[in-house]
């Protein structure tokens, strides 16, 4: 288990800001090297704003390009790896057409486009945030580019992960720690017999590690005046052995994932992050990418895995769709009817999803994905079974939709 990230989260104001940036950065490294001291390691130091589209608003493509290039120019002279923009918002609908040029400009930057706040889905922002993904994914010849954003439907601001994490507008800096902690998952259910054991030997291993981490970051926070937002335990993998979420799920219950039984194996495992007792930001769900868990990647090549599955899961226990690799030729239209169905499912359902699909360039469904990057697994592109999406539903309107609240409901019918 590690640190994937210490995220500083900063509302920007363009003129203001090199004397918060400068404190972050004196946080950031201060915090980073006494966990290493305490043997705790810490991956990244990471920066993330409120949203571009806010900032940006009244400047033109070059402008805001230019003053991006170098606000990234003084991100990395402060030690920060990676930063993210946050997301294009459909108030302002230049931003998702921005959000792509940053795309082209930045290896970088990580953004983001909203495709659905909590009450409602934006059919408008679908498609923007469709077109994104679409031309993106010719930036590089695999299709890359595309790891640097995703579509958020119902999710807040203080996410540590990328590329969902962006600053609250309103507030003081503030940081939160994302962990790799997919192995400790694995570990934990391992070899066991029973169900309690597993639950209790992860909750163990999770809350130590808490307990352990959170004096110094509570203690640095108040030295620097930088409040403590909290962790986000959901399960990162890493494509090395003894790390996989997708193995984890599979050790609950022997069923790989993809295949029935597989869903109640997740399921028990999203319920034992629920028990846990430690100062809580983000996601704190199953986090299911497919090119980075070699688990899930493998699943994926064989074909047991695919898009379908991942809603499912999402809608029990998962943070959505992640680094999904579909065939190049897909459509605006089949990447936008893909948005909708988790757009709806996270308002329906009350709890925040992303969307983080990879077209990769000249290749079909079945053929092998192949990336030299560290952080991904080889896998195989997965078949896309969306039609193209037309009116009413994909139309100009609004689509409002009320969460489910079951139980209030079943207690209604009781009486």
């Not at 949203?51 to 003084?74: D, K």
């Not at 790891?147 to 439907?153: D, H, I, V």
């Not at 391992?190 to 597993?198: I, R």
């Amino acid at each position: 288990m590690r640190i994937r990230s210490i995220t500083s989260f900063l509302d920007l104001d363009p003129n203001t800001y090199p004397s918060t940036l400068e404190q972050l950065s004196r946080f950031s490294q201060t915090l980073s090297q006494r966990l290493n001291d305490a043997g705790v390691e810490v991956q990244t130091r990471r920066l993330a704003t409120s949203p571009f589209a806010l900032y940006t608003a009244e400047w033109s493509v070059e402008q805001s390009l230019q003053w991006i290039a170098r606000f990234e120019a003084e991100t990395q002279a402060a030690g920060f790896d990676f930063y993210s923009l946050g997301p294009a918002i459909e108030e302002f609908p230049a931003s998702y057409r921005l959000a792509l040029a940053i795309l082209q400009q930045s290896r970088n930057a990580f953004l983001s486009g909203v495709i659905a706040d909590r009450f409602s889905v934006h059919p408008a922002a679908i498609r923007a945030a469709a077109q994104v993904i679409h031309e993106a994914a010719a930036i590089d010849p695999n299709g890359f580019a595309n790891l640097q954003f995703t579509a958020l439907a119902n999710v807040p601001a203080g996410v540590p992960f990328f590329p969902a994490g962006y600053a609250p507008q309103g507030k003081p800096p503030s940081f939160a720690l994302a962990v790799e902690c997919a192995d400790a998952v694995w570990a934990a259910f391992a070899g066991k017999t029973s169900l309690q054991a597993g639950r209790a030997a992860m909750l163990h291993s999770l809350e130590d590690f808490a307990a352990r981490v959170a004096p110094l970051c509570e203690a640095t926070a108040q030295e620097f005046s930088v409040p403590f937002g909290g962790f986000d335990f959901s399960p990162a993998p890493y494509p090395a052995e003894g790390c996989s979420l997708g193995y984890a799920v599979e050790a609950v219950g022997q069923n790989p994932v993809g295949r029935d039984g597989s869903l109640a194996e997740a399921a028990i495992i999203a319920d034992t992050l629920d028990q846990g007792k430690w100062k809580r930001a983000g996601f704190n769900g199953l986090m299911l990418p497919v090119l980075e868990d070699p688990g899930l990647a493998k699943r994926a090549e064989e074909g047991t895995l695919l898009v379908k599955d991942l809603l499912l899961y999402s809608a029990v226990c998962g943070t959505g769709l992640d680094t999904v690799p579909i065939p190049g030729e897909c459509s605006k239209s089949e990447i936008a009817a893909i948005l909708f169905d988790v757009a709806a499912l996270s308002v329906r359902l009350g709890k925040p999803l992303t969307v983080r699909l990879m077209p990769i360039p000249g290749k079909k469904a079945g053929e092998r994905t192949q990336f030299d990057f560290s952080y991904f697994a080889a896998s195989r592109v997965l078949p896309v079974s969306a039609g193209e999406v037309a009116s009413p539903l994909n139309g100009n309107e609004t689509i409002p939709l009320a969460t489910r609240h079951i139980h209030r409901q079943m207690r209604r019918v009781s009486h």
